[in-house]
DNA sequence: ACTAATATTTAGACTAGCCTAAAAATATTT
DNA sequence: AAATATTTTTAGGCTAGTCTAAATATTAGT
């Protein structure tokens, strides 16, 4: 059985091996985390013991199978958690986050997987994030990063990287979200900042804003 | 803000004084909360500090108005979510008690107060226990115990005192669920054991069973 | 009212998960 | 390749919540 503490650090490293696809490093993790390298330390100790990461020391962490199936169920019940907010509760995607933290630990399998179905076994999280099946399982999606796009191309939003409240809120705010259409009209050089069309709105963005934007053409 | 265990013991506490009507004495708790009754008094001395209930040495304890908003609150979502799992998740009455002991923690006010709606605010669980609303007020339903009705006396089954899984178990096979039509056949003087009509079927049942039986005339 | 039994509290210890500060290893710069 | 900077680990400490064992209060029995 996993405390909810060390649930979380397996979540993390998964994530973070998802982003940069190396080993990860301890002070990378700490950041993730919001504690202290040698906090950080100490729990990878421990979850090498139990079987989850191989871990040496100095050379950096990386989930086994085991760790990694423990991570995908957390992220499962996160995910779940948060279409079940949005879809049933009426709540908006930037305020769902912090809520399914905390129920993501609920540790009931039985109740997963009946919430699974009751939400219709959905693919796809509010932020657009893919949803592991039962057997942990979900397919990556063929997307394209907005600032890879080429001018005077286009596609629909399908999900964002980044999925703080603010930068949630930010797109909110802009009336971006999923399902939108998005057209890239002008290309800065100076800044790679972006012209994009939205329905009969043209907006300026960052490239930061860019990147965190994922597309299907 | 209130750990876990800190809002176990104020709801333990709570259902103590609900069901005793007097001061509760260290022990009591210690057995309601499966612990010894050395951690019982650490606690007490934490939550008297907190300003959550009174506490002297030797003399018991009693949750003061602050304590008691926080019992209801917890009580409030364990009783919310029980209903959720029950008419949304197809859960039987006997399989929600674990579950919720863990969801009645999860702290968004919100989350708790969209549930409430989303169940259409209901005013009992499946257990026939009343649910606080949002100020924390619940009507105490006027009951009769199945053990205080006379010969041929008879009524509708509106809750359970016990609630563990095992009695919900010995009801379901017995059939016996809210809602049943109950009747008293027969009274046996020997051991106050009941002969009980229950649509067509009639039973035997002990009195500490009769005890836990909560019906409305 | 004294003694015995029971209940409660205190004292001291343990674990998980965190911390700070110092030491050690690795990486980078010159 | 030596010196410097950065990263990581170790050592030791803290808090919450638990425990056991011993000490102290209270209650009950004679």
Redesign the interface.
């Given at each position: 059985m996993l405390t909810n503490s060390e649930e979380n650090y397996l979540k993390e490293i998964y994530n973070l091996e998802e982003y940069f696809n190396t080993e990860i490093n301890t002070n990378l993790i700490a950041k993730k985390i919001d504690a202290k390298a040698s906090s950080v330390t100490d729990m990878l100790k421990k979850l090498a013991n139990k079987d989850l990461l191989i871990y040496q020391k100095y050379k950096g962490v990386k989930l086994n199978t085991n760790g990694k199936k423990k991570a995908l169920s957390v992220i499962r019940k996160h995910r779940l958690w948060e279409t079940f907010?949005v879809e049933?509760?009426?709540?908006n995607w930037d305020?769902v986050h912090?809520?399914a933290e905390?129920?993501e630990?609920?540790?009931?399998e039985?109740?997963t997987n009946?919430?699974d179905a009751?939400l219709n076994f959905p693919v796809v999280d509010p932020h657009g994030h893919p949803i592991p099946n039962k057997e942990g399982d979900f397919k990556k999606m063929e997307t394209i990063c907005l600032s890879n796009l080429g001018i005077k191309q286009e596609g629909v939003l399908v999900g964002v990287k980044n999925s703080s409240d603010t930068f949630l809120r930010f797109l909110s705010n802009k009336n971006i979200s999923i399902g939108c259409k998005i057209k890239v009209v002008h290309k800065e050089e100076f800044d790679n900042s972006l012209s994009i069309n939205i329905g009969n709105n043209q907006f300026n963005i960052s490239e930061n804003v860019a990147n965190n934007l994922y597309l299907k053409k």
């Open positions: 907010l049933k509760l009426d709540f305020e912090d809520i905390e129920l630990h609920i540790r009931s039985k109740l009946h919430l009751f």
